[in-house]
């Protein structure tokens, strides 16, 4: 698969930035990560003063065939029925994007709905995946296609003047998906790797590891090969994020990374390209325990830890005012030299 061309951050301008955030009325270092975050953006786009006012939220939504194994607290039905909720703005993350000043985009790329909401972008590659535990989930085309729907649906914002991204997911029995990939891609156990997801009882998680585990001894993944270990275990909502990401980074636009199959995308658009990684932060921590694997192999720090486990970049939303805070500061705040003072040595 051909991708698009990345571009490397502006690091004088982030050294410019660095330079002004070091002169300002307090110690330093002492705002911690909004330091941090305005220098990043700040290489990123290329501007000492970065701006990040025109937000948008991108909800990538399919169904997966393990569903029907008993790994959710919930039936895969749920998945179509939380398309509709988003589109009525009654979900978790539109109240929070609406909070964040936040643009709210829900894209189906494989839920099992038969007649799809006008207000949906519908890029439905198949109606679902096939159960990865008894056969490949999706075809390398299949995968490809959904990763090409990130791409351009990022395409499309950027042209609408969007500049900061969030990135979140919905889709019936997605944490036991991500947590294979988790398991791929970092060498854990299963065991050690699997969560509670939609909140499931001790039975049904056995059934989750042993799925999983099945799914892993059939298909016996090779890390190298991110595409392939897509394909074999899903899905396409997660081929869709990675797609984001990647399309995000060839854009020069900074993307924040939810839950933990939002992370698990993000790990594998660094598989497919590491240059990804300059244009990723990670909004927060989840209780799933892959969720901090995966956030410790993409070397990103999270912003708030909340105890969250919803998805749909319900996180990345809670993140958004520490963004619009970091830019603020470097943008309002006084400098020692404002004050008359030398600047800290």
């Not at 891609?185 to 499931?200: C, D, H, M, N, P």
């Not at 009882?201 to 042993?210: F, G, P, R, T, V």
């Not at 990401?245 to 993307?255: L, Q």
């Amino acid at each position: 698969m051909k991708l698009p061309k990345i571009p490397p951050l502006h690091v004088e301008t982030m050294e410019e930035t660095t330079k002004h955030v070091n002169q300002l009325t307090k110690p330093l270092g002492s705002l911690g990560q909004l330091e941090q975050i305005a220098i990043r953006l700040a290489g990123i786009q290329g501007k000492k003063i970065p701006d990040v006012s025109r937000k948008a939220v991108i909800v990538m939504c399919g169904d997966h065939g393990v569903a029907r194994s008993g790994v959710s607290a919930y039936p895969p039905e749920v998945t179509g029925l939380m398309i509709h909720n988003f589109v009525q703005g009654k979900a978790a993350i539109n109240v929070l994007a609406r909070l964040a000043g936040a643009e709210v985009h829900v894209v189906d790329v494989g839920s099992y709905l038969s007649e799809v909401p006008k207000q949906v972008i519908n890029k439905k590659v198949r109606k679902g995946t096939r159960h990865f535990a008894e056969e490949e989930a999706m075809t390398e085309e299949e995968t490809i296609q959904a990763i090409e729907v990130g791409i351009e649906v990022v395409e499309q914002l950027k042209q609408k003047g969007v500049q900061l991204l969030a990135v979140g997911e919905m889709g019936i029995g997605n944490t036991t998906i991500a947590t294979a990939l988790a398991a791929v891609f970092t060498q854990k156990s299963v065991s050690e790797l699997a969560g509670r997801g939609t909140g499931i009882n001790d039975h049904a998680l056995q059934q989750k590891i042993e799925v999983i585990e099945a799914a892993l001894e059939r298909h016996q993944p090779n890390p190298d090969q991110p595409l392939r270990v897509l394909s074999q275990l899903g899905g396409l909502e997660v081929a869709g994020m990675a797609g984001v990401y990647i399309g995000a980074a060839a854009a020069g636009i900074p993307v924040m990374v939810d839950g933990v199959i939002s992370t698990v995308a993000a790990l594998l658009a660094v598989k497919m390209e590491p240059s990804v990684r300059n244009y990723l932060f990670a909004s927060h921590l989840s209780v799933e325990p892959a969720h901090a694997v995966l956030l410790d192999a993409l070397g990103l720090q999270p912003i708030i830890q909340a105890g969250l486990r919803l998805g749909e970049a319900s996180g990345a939303a809670l993140a958004f005012p520490m963004f619009d805070a970091a830019v603020a500061i470097v943008r309002e705040m006084a400098t020692f030299a404002d004050l008359g003072l030398p600047s800290p040595k």
